[in-house]
Every structure is written in C-alpha cells, then in structure tokens.
C-alpha cells in the first residue's frame, strides 16, 4: 500500500506564490514517475506537471512558465513551486506517483488533494 500526502495549499492573491508538496510512503520497489493534476469546480480533472524517467518534465500549456515541478527521489516526494497565479488556477491539486510495486506491476496511487483559492 501506498500513501501520498499533499500540503501547501491555501488562498493566495492573483499575482502570488504558494509552494505544494507531495510525500509519498508505503511499501514498493520505485516510483517511476510523480506529477500534479488539478481539478476546477465544474471540470474536468487535468494534468499541470510530471517528472518522468530521466529527470524529465513536463507541464500543461497553463502551466509552462510560472509552474516548476521538482522531485527528490531520494525522499520519495514531488513538489510543485507555482508564481503568478491566476484565479483560474484555483481547483483542489492532486499528487500521484506512478510506482513499482514489491510484487511487480506497476499502479498509480492519488493523493487525496489540496485546495488552492486565488481570489483578491
């Protein structure tokens, strides 16, 4: 079983910064990728940022430029630093990791999420 735990949500004003964290736990061989998905009221749940093999990223079009996703794999945890947010970035985040499992297989486990309000 796995365990990921988000934090740093909040409110913030538009233009500001707010900083989330993802702590992943539990027992399995590796985690092959991590990465943030976010869901708005009303829509639908999307990808904002991965960290892959390789120390690859990747970030949805909203994202590039104002979000950076980081991982230490070492901790097993994934960050994601966000900077001039927009109150159209307000949605509850969710952390996954992508991980290989003690007895093989791989399975994708979710946070339970964050909320992120920007408004003035």
């Known amino acids: 079983q796995v365990q990921l735990v988000e934090s740093g949500g909040g409110l913030v004003q538009p233009g500001g910064s707010l900083r989330l964290s993802c702590s992943a736990s539990?027992?399995?061989?590796?985690?092959?990728?991590m990465a943030w998905y976010r869901q708005a009221p009303g829509k639908e749940r999307e990808l904002v940022a991965a960290s892959i093999s390789g120390g690859n990223t990747m970030y949805a079009d909203s994202a590039k430029g104002r979000f950076t996703i980081s991982r230490d794999m070492a901790k097993n945890m994934v960050d994601l630093q966000m900077n001039s947010l927009k109150p159209e970035d307000t949605a509850v985040y969710y952390c996954?990791?992508?991980?290989?499992?003690?007895?093989?297989?791989?399975?994708?486990?979710w946070g339970k999420g964050t909320l992120v309000t920007v408004s003035s």
């Open positions: 539990g027992t399995f061989r590796s985690i092959n990728a």
């Open positions: 996954t990791a992508d991980v290989r499992r003690t007895l093989g297989g791989t399975m994708t486990y």
